[in-house]
């Protein structure tokens, strides 16, 4: 049974980087369905930021397009979120995700009902 543990949060200034990492922490193997980031911060609802499908096919949140980068290893076992100019309305804890239900139009989705799989979450602050 898959179980997915992030890690790569950091707190950094405005305009910087930094590359967050999810693997399954019992070495299962690849993951079989769709894989997510998703961002909450205290007071509101978890928030799509990136995903990504078996073929490659990728979305992303309006308010992160162009600056962020969500990838997956060959093997399918890492995922990875690659942020850059970074802003301080990016803070908050920073979860992966999976997913295995049928995605009814075959396109990757933000939609935290999609995804079952969750790991505990890592921290990035961004100053200004």
């Known amino acids: 049974q898959v179980q997915l543990m992030e890690s790569g949060g950091d707190s950094v200034q405005a305009g910087g980087s930094l590359r967050l990492s999810c693997v399954d922490s019992r070495l299962t193997g690849g993951i079989k369905g769709y894989w997510g980031w998703f961002r909450q911060v205290p007071g509101k609802g978890r928030e799509g930021v990136a995903a990504i499908i078996q073929d490659c096919t990728t979305t992303y949140a309006s308010s992160v397009k162009g600056r962020f980068t969500i990838s997956r290893d060959s093997a399918k076992t890492t995922l990875y979120l690659q942020m850059n100019t970074l802003k301080p309305e990016d803070t908050g804890m920073y979860y992966c995700?999976?997913?295995?239900?049928?995605?009814?139009?075959?396109?990757?989705?933000?939609?935290?009902?999609?995804?079952?799989?969750w790991g505990q979450g890592t921290q990035v602050t961004v100053a200004s």
């Open positions: 995700a999976a997913g295995s239900a049928r995605l009814w139009n075959s396109k990757p989705t933000l939609d935290v009902g999609y995804y079952n799989i």
